[in-house]
């Protein structure tokens, strides 16, 4: 969107209000990620989106021409429900769902395996002796020793504070006489970069979250 197009004034509203967070749908009705209020405004304007509202378990859609048209009803009887943009003839809700019009895209569920995945995964917590530690104080244990075959995999990795890695050493876990607190598996949604539908006005989100979606990977 340029300057001079109908976002401008939107663009003038509290930051507050457009850094809010809009669950995006694609054309399926599948959540697909997660953006700002403000780039929800520019898909609407272009009309490549239209909003959705979901109010116990049922929904509407609108375009962005009869989104501001039941404006004023918004104001008058939900006032408390929605997050408000000031433009120039007034405010508008910010909308918490959209659905583009154009995207089959799915969710990508690979989690890749790296330092930052792993130690949120665990809670920057140490898997044997179940004490929370400052990353700093970590380090990455393979519970089955790579020179007796274990692989680089999230279910043989885990966090291990120096103490206890240094106790474990080349050993399995029963051999040196410890016990993981759990049991190390892949996680389903990226652990570092997810949501959890907790606000009340996110509450409707839950509508197009199944029970494995429950956490939605955020794209910047």
Not at 117 to 130: E, I, M, T, V
Request: glycine residues 6%.
């Amino acid at each position: 969107m340029t300057r001079g197009e109908p976002l401008t004034g939107i663009e003038a509203a509290l930051g507050a209000s457009l850094n809010e967070r809009v669950l995006v749908l694609n054309r399926g009705y599948a959540a697909i990620r997660i953006i700002s209020v403000r780039e929800a405004f520019v898909l609407l304007f272009r009309r490549v989106a239209e909003v959705i509202s979901a109010v116990d378990g049922r929904y509407e859609t609108f375009d962005i021409g009869s989104w501001l048209e039941v404006a004023e009803l918004q104001r008058i009887y939900e006032s408390q429900e929605h997050d408000w943009v000031r433009c120039p003839g007034g405010s508008i809700a910010a909308p918490r769902i959209i659905r583009v019009h154009s995207s089959n895209r799915q969710p990508d569920h690979h989690v890749r395996l790296n330092r930052r995945n792993l130690f949120a995964r665990d809670g920057n917590r140490c898997q044997y002796c179940g004490v929370r530690f400052p990353i700093g104080d970590l380090s990455i244990d393979h519970v089955l020793p790579q020179s007796r075959g274990g692989d680089h995999s999230w279910e043989n990795l885990v966090c291990a504070c120096i103490a206890c890695n240094s106790r474990k050493g080349n050993r399995l876990p029963r051999e040196a006489g410890m016990k993981l607190i759990r049991q190390p598996v892949r996680p389903r949604t990226s652990p570092d970069r997810a949501i959890r539908v907790r606000r009340r006005q996110y509450e409707e989100w839950k509508v197009f979250l199944n029970e494995a979606y429950w956490t939605v990977e955020l794209r910047d």
